[in-house]
């Protein structure tokens, strides 16, 4: 059996107006796998998210990040273990270079300088954009910010990456680009999407949210193609399924 990556037990989130988003999440993701996250606006997938990396805390319930609780005193090893995207690759590019962007978390964790140029040179050339790196973020197109974000996140050598939405915004040369780049990391990768598609192409397993719940949870083909499954959750099949001759439930 692969090592467990990420555990999570009985998870309840409730905002401060009330708003229960979690009811009892339960999942646990091995090493190396692929996880999408679907679901409609509102079923709780962002807000998962924010929850693996600590940024929200659990109402009650309990995460293991490489067998070490989310909390505050393990957060710091926590957040080096997990390369964050966020939906908006400008909440990750704010300095006045790509090269300083990709450098700011090293940096942060006191590595030498040869260390933190060496990580950034890597990340650069891993994504493909090691050309830009002297370019200012504002100068950059969408996909190249994408890229940029991504480098940002493996900079820290995690062993989990996540992402919110990641081919938002995208045209699509840069969307297979990314799909053809995520699918080379061995990472254990998590991406919430509405972009069925790229879940399809890029994630071996998939949990479906509704109301803050798991209601499905397995093979993507197999639930990314469940007709009633897509229409219970107020999704509809990958746009790459809806005109062929699918054997679809």
Same mark, same amino acid.
């Given at each position: 059996?692969?090592? *467990?990556? *990420?555990? $999570?037990?009985?998870?309840?989130?409730k905002? /401060?107006? +009330?708003?229960?988003?979690?009811? +009892? #999440?339960?999942?646990?993701?091995?090493? +190396?796998?692929?996880? @999408? #996250?679907? @679901?409609?606006?509102?079923a709780?997938? !962002?807000?998962?998210l924010?929850?693996?990396?600590?940024?929200?805390? /659990?109402?009650?319930?309990?995460?293991?990040?490489?067998s070490?609780?989310?909390?505050?005193?393990?957060?710091?090893?926590?957040?080096?273990?997990?390369? =964050?995207?966020f939906?908006?690759?400008?909440? %990750?590019?704010?300095?006045t270079? $790509?090269?300083?962007?990709?450098? =700011?978390? &090293?940096?942060?964790?006191?590595?030498?300088? %040869?260390?933190?140029?060496?990580?950034?040179?890597?990340?650069?050339?891993?994504? +493909? #954009?090691?050309?830009?790196?002297?370019r200012? /973020?504002?100068?950059?197109?969408?996909? %190249?910010?994408n890229?940029?974000? $991504?480098?940002?996140? #493996?900079s820290?050598? &995690?062993? *989990?990456?996540?992402?919110?939405? &990641?081919? !938002?915004?995208?045209? &699509?040369?840069?969307?297979?680009?990314?799909?053809?780049?995520?699918? !080379? =990391?061995?990472?254990?990768? *998590? $991406?919430?999407?509405?972009?069925?598609d790229?879940i399809?192409?890029t994630?071996?397993?998939?949990?479906?949210?509704?109301? @803050?719940?798991?209601?499905?949870? @397995?093979?993507?083909?197999?639930i990314?193609?469940?007709?009633d499954?897509?229409?219970?959750?107020?999704?509809?099949?990958?746009?790459?399924?809806?005109?062929?001759?699918?054997n679809?439930?």
């Open positions: 059996m692969r090592d *467990i990556s *990420i555990e $999570i037990k009985d998870l309840y989130y905002y /401060p107006d +009330g708003y229960e988003a979690l009811k +009892g #999440i339960d999942l646990t993701l091995h090493k +190396g796998q692929s996880l @999408g #996250i679907v @679901g409609s606006n509102g709780g997938k !962002s807000t998962l924010l929850q693996l990396t600590g940024i929200n805390r /659990p109402s009650s319930g309990k995460i293991e990040i490489n070490l609780e989310v909390n505050k005193k393990n957060l710091a090893q926590i957040r080096k273990d997990i390369g =964050f995207v939906q908006n690759p400008e909440d %990750q590019l704010f300095t270079s $790509i090269y300083e962007d990709v450098a =700011f978390g &090293p940096k942060n964790y006191k590595l030498s300088r %040869q260390e933190v140029d060496k990580r950034v040179t890597e990340s650069l050339e891993k994504v +493909g #954009i090691l050309e830009l790196k002297n200012a /973020p504002y100068r950059l197109s969408g996909g %190249q910010k890229m940029a974000a $991504i480098a940002t996140a #493996i820290m050598e &995690p062993s *989990i990456l996540i992402m919110d939405e &990641p081919t !938002s915004a995208l045209d &699509p040369k840069a969307r297979r680009k990314l799909i053809n780049l995520l699918n !080379s =990391f061995d990472y254990t990768k *998590i $991406i919430a999407s509405h972009d069925l790229m399809l192409d994630c071996e397993r998939t949990i479906v949210l509704k109301n @803050g719940q798991i209601v499905a949870d @397995g093979d993507t083909q197999i990314l193609l469940d007709r499954l897509m229409e219970e959750c107020d999704l509809e099949l990958p746009l790459s399924c809806q005109k062929r001759d699918f679809i439930k």
